[in-house]
């Protein structure tokens, strides 16, 4: 009598279906484009940082190299659960794409952490007003505190550690789905919430500037790059509303997976995609669409008066003084005898006169220099 052979070593789990296949290539199909766009912004930011001069104060301050690593990573660990043509998966299959699913949302968490933070440290280095500024330091401390807690929450929420991905151990101390869909769209609600206000945010503020209309609808398309990421997250709760009841799992974790590195790789294109307005500015005028028309009279931001006074002040100075051969004046004179009001009112009267001839004004400095 013949021995029966003996059973494979990985039996299989179960197959994965034509929807699975269709999901996974539409997944690959969009993640990859994404990718590689928003390496061209990423690339221009980091250009800008450090061309033609080292910045390193702004370049250690900026979280865009770590958001992108972190991005990139999240999207590689969620690649696993592709399956491009139906097929049958073994259990070590089955298992190692859940520990890396699981993972996922962990480092998911730190990048739209790092994303937002590194927005919102931009905007901060605007002249704002406080009320503005007020809630851009709130929404960090929020968004920072619960980046954090997510974090440790997706690493520590099981006990054993590799309970929350292997199905087969039975004495562990987890939460239930519920939970976990909770913790989830609540982080959603957020990424919703700072997406809407970050991209609304700049796209108010540049749209104030007193700027030619082509360059403000420029600034502000790239800035409203964001409110594409708003869609994902709300595409992504929509889903996860579903999970409780879905039919086919894994295929709802595709979509799921594939609107949450489009929300990561469109949130990286708003946050460094103003670093593109120069290319496409010289883009532009190459094909004789200027965007800016030299103009001395337009100034780049609603300068606060003080400002404006101490600007004005300045170059009323260098008018009367430096660009005049004969006039100056020794600065450490200047600075012992000429008071505050004095300067200001011969500078604001300069001005107000400074298409006088160049000897008229050169003689009326010299008389109220030597009057003071």
Not at 63 to 75: G, S, Y
Not at 134 to 149: D, E, M, N, R, S
Not at 289 to 297: A, G, T
Not at 343 to 360: F, M, N, V
Request: hydrophobic share 45%.
């Amino acid at each position: 009598m013949e021995a029966s052979p003996p059973p494979p070593p990985n039996p299989p789990l179960f197959a994965m279906n034509e929807r699975v296949a269709f999901l996974s290539r539409v997944h690959v199909g969009t993640t990859i484009p994404l990718l590689a766009l928003c390496l061209v912004p990423f690339f221009a930011r980091m250009y800008t940082r450090t061309w033609p001069v080292w910045k390193p104060h702004v370049v250690g301050a900026d979280t865009c190299f770590i958001r992108q690593l972190c991005a990139i990573a999240d999207w590689a660990l969620l690649e696993k659960e592709m399956f491009l043509q139906p097929q049958e998966i073994t259990r070590e299959e089955f298992f190692f794409a859940i520990a890396l699913a699981h993972h996922a949302i962990a480092v998911w968490g730190i990048a739209m952490t790092l994303i937002k933070t590194s927005v919102v440290l931009t905007l901060l280095r605007l002249p704002l007003k406080r009320s503005w500024k007020a809630v851009l330091y709130i929404l960090l401390a929020v968004q920072l505190i619960f980046g954090i807690a997510n974090t440790f929450y997706n690493f520590f929420k099981c006990r054993p550690y590799h309970a929350s991905w292997d199905l087969s151990v039975i004495e562990k101390q987890c939460p239930g789905e519920d939970i976990n869909v909770i913790v989830s769209n609540v982080g959603s609600a957020m990424n919703i919430a700072t997406d809407l206000v970050l991209s609304v945010a700049p796209m108010s503020i540049f749209w104030n500037l007193r700027r030619p209309l082509r360059e403000r609808v420029l600034i502000c398309s790239l800035t409203g790059i964001g409110l594409f990421a708003t869609f994902a997250s709300v595409m992504k709760v929509v889903i996860l509303a579903q999970w409780a009841d879905a039919e086919d799992r894994w295929a709802t974790a595709i979509s799921i997976a594939t609107w949450t590195v489009t929300e990561q790789f469109v949130s990286i294109q708003a946050a460094c995609s103003p670093s593109l307005k120069k290319p496409i500015e010289s883009l532009l005028n190459k094909f004789g669409i200027p965007l800016v028309e030299p103009d001395p009279n337009i100034s780049f931001l609603h300068v606060p008066e003080e400002m404006r006074q101490r600007e004005v002040r300045r170059q009323a100075r260098e008018w009367m003084g430096d660009s005049l051969s004969g006039t100056r004046v020794d600065s450490a004179v200047s600075r012992r005898d000429l008071t505050n009001g004095t300067l200001e009112h011969r500078d604001i009267e300069s001005l107000e006169g400074k298409s006088t001839p160049t000897s008229a004004s050169a003689s009326t400095s010299g008389t109220a220099i030597q009057a003071t």
